[in-house]
């Protein structure tokens, strides 16, 4: 029967080897979760501006954009969402009391991210933070934007 010869305190200096690389691949996955949990919040929180864009009566392009922005800060659920970053426009941004929006909204916002590490946003090259950015087209419906 062999028996295994092991230097007391060796799997602890192994441990001590591989702990940084644990911890590394650790971090890397947790702030990539971050980077796609934001992305796909902002992204829904965009289309549902959008969606309440097309569907909703309003009296005039002031009104629609204040509304829409208070929708979408409203939908994105722990970003830091500045209000101006958000942009409503449409494809004829003349207001026209009896259709503001003729076939298409855009609803788009940009946000910025900062790291857990700042050295990971550094090592994939996108400086000290990260942008995002979302955008949504949808087509007006026909008695959404209609002022009666």
């Known amino acids: 029967m062999k028996r295994n010869r092991q ?4 799997g602890l200096v192994e441990f001590a080897l591989i702990l940084p690389l644990i ?13 796609i949990y934001f992305y796909s919040a902002l992204n829904n929180a965009v289309r549902e501006g959008a969606r ?7 009296t005039s392009s002031t009104e629609r954009d204040l509304e829409t922005r208070d929708k979408v800060v409203h939908y994105a659920v ?3 969402l500045d209000p101006n970053d958000i942009l409503v426009y449409c494809d004829r941004d003349e207001f ?11 609803v ?10 700042t050295l990971f946003a550094q090592m994939i090259g996108t400086g000290d933070t990260f942008n995002i950015n979302a955008k949504s087209t949808m087509r007006m419906t026909p008695y959404g934007n209609y002022v009666e």
């Open 7 to 10: 230097t007391p305190g060796q």
């Open 23 to 35: 911890l590394l691949i650790i971090i890397v996955f947790i702030e990539l979760g971050r980077i």
């Open 52 to 58: 309440y864009v097309i569907v909703t009566q309003f």
């Open 78 to 80: 722990a970003l830091p």
């Open 96 to 106: 026209n009391l009896s259709n503001p929006c003729e076939d298409y909204v855009t």
């Open 108 to 117: 788009s916002a940009d946000i910025e991210i900062d790291p857990m590490i």
